[in-house]
C-alpha cells in the first residue's frame, strides 16, 4: 500500500519556468489536497479537492493551479514560477476513519525557484 | 473561525525529560483534535488523536487529552528520547466537515 506518493522529490526551477508536480493516492479517498510548508509559518493550505471534477481554492491559491480529472491523481501546476514558490510542498488526502476524517500526507517536494 | 494555536519553539530537552507542548483551539461546533509529527525530510504522520471530549489518544508514549472546558489538547510524554527530535503539529477538524486546520508546529529538539 503505497499511500500518497509525490514526485519529483526535489525540484529547482528559474523564475518564470512552469512544472507540474504530481501527487497520487491508492486509497480512493475523495478528499486531496496541497499545502505549502515555509519556516514559521506552518502549512497554508493552496487548493482543494473533494472529488473527481470538483476543485476549491485555499489560502494561498495565488500563482497554482489544480485539476482533479480521476479519484487518484490531483497535480499541482505552477504556470509562471516566482522566487516566493520557493517552499516545500505537501500532498494528502483523507479519509474516513470510524466516524472522523484522518489526513495522510505524502514525502513533499522540496521546490528552489531562482 | 476554526484555528489552533500552539506554542512557540524551538524547544530543547535532555534525553529522558519530561516534554509538553501546548496546543488550544477555536472552533464553533465540536471538533476532533489530532497530533501530528513530521521528521526530518519526511511528510507528516498521524500521531494520535481524540474525537470527543475528555479522550485521551496515546501512541509511542505520548499523550494528549481533549479538554473542552480550557478548549486545549496538550501534548505530554514523560520521558522523550533522542528519537523523539521532530516537528509537532496540532490540528482539528470539525465533526461535520473535512478541512483540516494545522498550528504553526513546534520543534522538538533531544540531546543526549
Known amino acids: ?114 | 473561525g476554526d484555528s489552533v494555536t500552539q506554542m512557540e519553539g524551538p524547544v530543547t530537552l535532555s534525553e529522558e525529560a519530561f516534554l509538553t507542548i501546548n496546543c488550544t483551539y477555536t472552533a464553533t461546533g465540536y471538533p476532533s483534535l489530532f497530533w501530528y509529527v513530521q521528521y526530518p525530510g519526511e511528510g507528516l504522520q498521524l500521531l494520535l488523536k481524540a474525537t470527543k471530549a475528555d479522550d485521551k489518544g496515546s501512541n509511542k508514549g505520548f499523550e494528549a487529552t481533549y479538554r473542552k472546558e480550557t478548549t486545549s489538547f496538550h501534548l505530554e510524554k514523560g520521558s522523550v528520547q533522542v528519537s523523539d527530535s521532530a516537528v509537532y503539529f496540532c490540528a482539528l477538524i470539525m465533526n461535520t466537515g473535512n478541512q483540516f486546520y494545522f498550528g504553526t508546529g513546534t520543534s522538538l529538539t533531544v540531546i543526549p
Not at chain 1, 49 to 55: D, F, K, P, R, Y
Not at chain 1, 69 to 76: A, I, Y
Not at chain 1, 86 to 102: M, W
Request: hydrophobic share 30%; aromatic share 10%; charged share 15%.
Open chain 1, 1 to 114: 500500500n503505497a499511500g500518497v506518493t509525490q514526485t519529483p522529490k526535489f525540484q529547482v526551477l528559474k523564475t518564470g519556468q512552469s512544472m507540474t508536480l504530481q501527487c497520487a493516492q491508492d486509497m480512493n479517498h475523495e478528499y486531496m489536497s496541497w499545502y505549502r510548508q515555509d519556516p514559521g509559518m506552518g502549512l497554508r493550505l493552496i487548493h482543494y479537492s473533494v472529488g473527481a471534477g470538483i476543485t476549491d481554492q485555499g489560502e494561498v491559491p495565488n500563482g497554482y493551479n489544480v485539476s482533479r480529472s480521476t479519484t487518484e491523481d490531483f497535480p499541482l501546476r505552477l504556470l509562471s514560477a516566482a522566487p516566493s514558490q520557493t517552499s516545500v510542498y505537501f500532498c494528502a488526502s483523507s479519509g474516513l476513519a470510524g466516524a472522523v476524517y484522518e489526513q495522510y500526507f505524502g514525502p513533499g517536494t522540496r521546490l528552489t525557484v531562482t
